[in-house]
């Protein structure tokens, strides 16, 4: 199973990004993915996960109201829609699958992990 991130950069604050994930060597319907992130200094923290189907999605308190998680399985492919962004999303964002279908707030859940894609917002 392979991750592949991508559509991060650098933006003002108050812009939007969206993030994408696609996952090859396995189908995304069938696999509970998140989105986690990293600041400099800080540790790993959950952003946001949704079951395989869709039917659940859990966020970070702080991005509620801002990011929203969507997928498109037809193309095997996660999104992150980023709005309103603040200069503390400043991360370097990670999409994530764990093994089964469910949903799950804990790094240690995941078995599968991208390569990361830098989100800078400026002030």
């Known amino acids: 199973v392979q991750l592949q991130a991508s559509g991060g950069g650098l933006v003002q604050a108050g812009g939007s990004l969206r993030l994408s994930c696609v996952v090859s060597?396995?189908?995304?319907?069938?696999?509970?993915m998140g989105w986690f992130r990293q600041a400099p200094g800080k540790e790993l923290e959950f952003v946001g996960g949704?079951?395989?189907?869709?039917?659940?999605?859990a966020y970070k308190d702080s991005v509620k109201g801002r990011f929203t998680i969507s997928r498109d399985n037809a193309k095997n492919t996660m999104y992150l829609q980023m709005n309103n962004l603040k200069p503390e999303d400043t991360a370097v964002y990670y999409c994530?699958?764990?093994?089964?279908?469910?949903?799950?707030?804990?790094?240690?859940?995941?078995?599968?992990w991208g390569q990361g894609t830098q989100v800078t917002v400026s002030s």
């Open positions: 060597g396995r189908s995304s319907s069938s696999t509970g």
């Open positions: 949704q079951t395989g189907s869709g039917s659940n999605t």
């Open positions: 994530a699958a764990r093994v089964g279908a469910g949903l799950g707030e804990r790094s240690a859940e995941y078995a599968y």
